[in-house]
């Protein structure tokens, strides 16, 4: 996708001095091989191995070179801890370490590596550094499990790098009717996100100086015909939508700045109708489908956590309201509910925002609330322009990183699906089915008191997404619980 950093991964060989160097480079070899055959790219191999400090200032100086931006230290053997952590610390990318596990009986007798033993010095040597290093649940691999402990790492160090690089554009005040957007933003200094808040004024003056390029437009218009199709009932607003996303592309490449990557937050109701005489949320969906979420309501830590799942999964993510009941009547006979109960299940909705490649039987509508409340319930006019349609049925992950009032932040992470259940209902909606949800909603989204939005990405990225947060130092992180295990502050009379 656009807008995410491309991940150059450095597998740096350590060897403790005492320990043959030639047994780590045998094992670097084999996992670099590995990785061949798995058709992993954008990894190299560090043609210096660590035996002391000058060895890390040589694979620095290289690293810097090749312009690599994410470590393997890879312990062929026990390994030198104090060069190593110090490679990481003057490395400043995202780093985890790998061990080899000792490949048969005939290894033990000379060439065992001890790097079971390595693994807890290293981390020692972590602590003292105080250093965050992603080091998975069995770090001991085979050349083949350490292919997938590094695929997952790539994921997870495009999302921190991707936060550590980003601009937030807000366009207008973050509502009044909704103050749960409206967060505390110096956590997202704290984290690297620069933010940078505009009037909507700016954003409206900006779209009117684009009407003279007709070219730009017309293109622009003739891509979203093609995207529509025969779902498209009001062709005459396409120039206007189109004039809008022009608006909106040319402010973030020329605001983007220092930083290397963007996302939008927006104001959308109800004063942009009565001015731009449309709704944005179809323009929304496209540039979140290109890999530049636009959240809605100015929710600015909306569009991060949208940004981060696009980074994990390298697909499109959405925004929605954690929204409503379903009603059983809705529900075919014989539906799966993917582990969750009945109680477990809930709509996801939004107005209009969801890129048309996760929704199902999609087309451009009206905003059906903003026209009762803007147009008396009449013919639709400024409330036109929503991509609605049933959200696809997908495994997803549900996620959301929130400061709360006293500036910390606070974060959740659930897995579940979107099931294949028409919603009966307007906009880009669907029904999730959250193991466990019922209880996670009351004791981490209602008692922790997150804001009524929530990301969603369309595959399970948990596993990222946890690890992610842990390197950029998150350390309230909320997950479903077991039955057999109580919330915090949870009532076990009331089960």
């Known amino acids: 996708m656009l807008n995410q ?69 890879f312990l062929g053997n026990f390994g030198p801890e104090g060069p190593t952590t110090y490679f990481v610390q003057e490395f400043g990318g995202p780093a985890m370490v790998l061990a080899a596990r000792e490949e048969n009986k005939a290894v033990l007798a000379s060439d065992r590596g001890d790097a079971l033993c390595g693994i807890l010095n290293f981390s020692y040597n972590v602590g003292l550094r105080r250093l965050k290093v992603y080091i998975p649940e069995y770090p001991n691999v085979t050349p083949k499990e350490g292919v997938a402990e590094i695929k997952d790492f790539i994921k997870i160090a495009r999302t921190v790098i991707g936060v550590k690089n980003l601009k937030v554009f807000g366009f207008g005040p973050r509502p009044y009717d ?51 199709g025969s779902k498209c ?19 973030f490449e020329k605001n983007l700045g220092a930083a290397k990557y963007g996302v939008i937050a927006g104001k959308c109701w109800p004063a942009f109708q009565t001015s731009f005489h449309f709704v944005p949320c179809y323009v929304n969906s496209r540039l979140t489908g290109r890999g530049i979420p636009v959240a809605c309501e100015v929710d600015i830590y909306g569009a991060l956590s949208e940004y981060m799942l ?5 697909k499109p993510a959405t925004l ?31 107005c209009g925002n969801t890129c ?3 929704l199902k039987n999609c ?11 803007l147009e008396g319930g009449g013919k639709p006019v400024i409330s036109r322009g929503t991509m609605e349609g049933q959200i696809i049925p997908s495994p997803t992950t549900m996620f959301r990183l929130q400061s709360n009032s006293d500036g910390k932040l606070v974060s959740y992470i659930a897995h579940g699906e979107f099931l294949d259940v028409n919603p009966h209902s307007f906009g880009s909606i669907g029904v999730a089915a959250i193991p466990g949800f019922a209880r996670f909603y009351r004791h981490v989204l209602v008692q922790k008191r997150f804001p009524h939005h929530g990301a969603f990405g369309f595959e399970k990225a948990g596993k990222i997404m946890f690890e992610a947060l842990k390197l950029l130092g998150v350390e309230d992180i909320n997950t479903p619980l077991p039955e057999d295990k109580l919330y915090p502050g949870e009532n076990p009379f009331a089960l």
């Not at 070219?215 to 995207?227: P, S």
Request: glycine share 6%; hydrophobic share 40%; proline share 5%.
């Open 178 to 228: 909704f103050l749960a957007c409206n967060a505390p933003i110096q956590p997202l200094f704290d984290l690297g996100v620069n933010v940078q808040e505009n009037s909507e004024l700016d954003l409206f003056e900006h779209f009117h100086k684009m009407a003279g390029r007709t070219a730009e437009i017309d293109a622009i218009v003739k891509d979203m015909k093609k995207e529509l």
């Open 5 to 73: 950093p491309e991940i150059k991964l450095a597998i740096v060989g350590v060897s403790r001095d005492c320990f043959p160097a030639s047994l780590t480079k045998k094992r670097v070899a084999a996992l670099m091989a590995e990785l061949k055959k798995a058709k992993v790219t954008g990894v190299v191999d560090c043609p210096v191995t660590i035996e002391n400090e000058k060895d890390s200032l040589a694979a620095l100086e290289w690293a810097r070179k090749e312009g690599v931006n994410a470590a393997c230290m």
């Open 363 to 373: 087309g451009m509508k009206y905003q059906l609330i903003m026209n009762r409340g």
């Open 320 to 350: 929605l309201d954690i929204n409503n009941s379903v009603p059983d009547d809705i529900l075919p006979k014989g539906l799966k509910l993917a582990g969750a109960t009945k109680r477990d299940l809930y709509m996801g909705f939004h």
């Open 310 to 314: 696009e980074c994990a999964t390298e």
């Open 356 to 358: 048309s490649k996760c």
């Open 233 to 251: 009932p009001y062709p005459d607003l396409l120039p206007q939508l189109a004039q809008y996303e022009l608006a909106l592309t040319d402010w």
